[in-house]
């Protein structure tokens, strides 16, 4: 199964029809990672939004320099690879159900800070999906959806990397990269490769724990 579960998933990264709505999906990590490392440094959070055009934005209030803003920033690009290896590791564990309610609980805490209509509706049909399979879904569909969840997460962040350096090579100055260049004077090209560098690595971790190195059946 684990091998139709990663095709599949592969199928909606990289198809482009497909890729520009599972994409929100990401953002929506995405965002939520801005949001969780803002409040575990100190900051203040006080909106997320999700935009149809699959952008989005967190705002924090706090020092506008430094070790937490500077995490602050750098944590979008790693967070859909960061909920991947998680998801992985608690399927790995048997502990799937636990991943089913973290995302539901992540889900109505995004409630308490989205702040537009779309980014509400993102959130909410996310929800009921989860919660359906929670609460309906036989335990093989369950272990299927995660399994999905996780090789889906794992495998769109590095194509979110490639995007960046995309949108960087059209002269933007206002990607996570460039913000990270001015916190940190280290060149945006940088970040951008660090953050393709580190999201291939989760994802080839994800694949060994989720059963598909070579020479499994």
Known sequence: M????AAAALV?????P????????????????????????????????LHSDTSGLTVSSGR???PGMIATAAAGYL????????????????????????ALGALALMLLYIRNWFGLLVVAIAGVAVAAIVWKAPDRVQ???ALLAAWFMLIAAPRTAFELWSHRRRRSRTTDADVLARL???PAVLWVGVFLVLNV???ALGAWWLGLQPGTP
């Open 18 to 49: 497909l890729w520009t709505h599972t994409r929100h999906l990401v953002t929506l990590v995405h965002e939520s990672g801005h949001a969780l490392v803002a409040l575990a440094t100190g900051r203040r959070l006080n909106s997320i939004t």
């Open 2 to 5: 684990e091998w139709a579960v």
């Open 12 to 16: 909606l990264v990289a198809y482009g």
């Open 64 to 66: 506008p320099t430094g």
């Open 143 to 145: 272990h299927a959806a």
């Open 201 to 203: 690595a989760a994802l």
């Open 184 to 186: 940190t004077h280290i």
């Open 79 to 102: 967070a859909p690879a960061v909920l991947g290896l998680l998801i992985a590791a608690l399927v790995q564990a048997d502990r799937t159900m636990w991943a089913l309610w973290f």
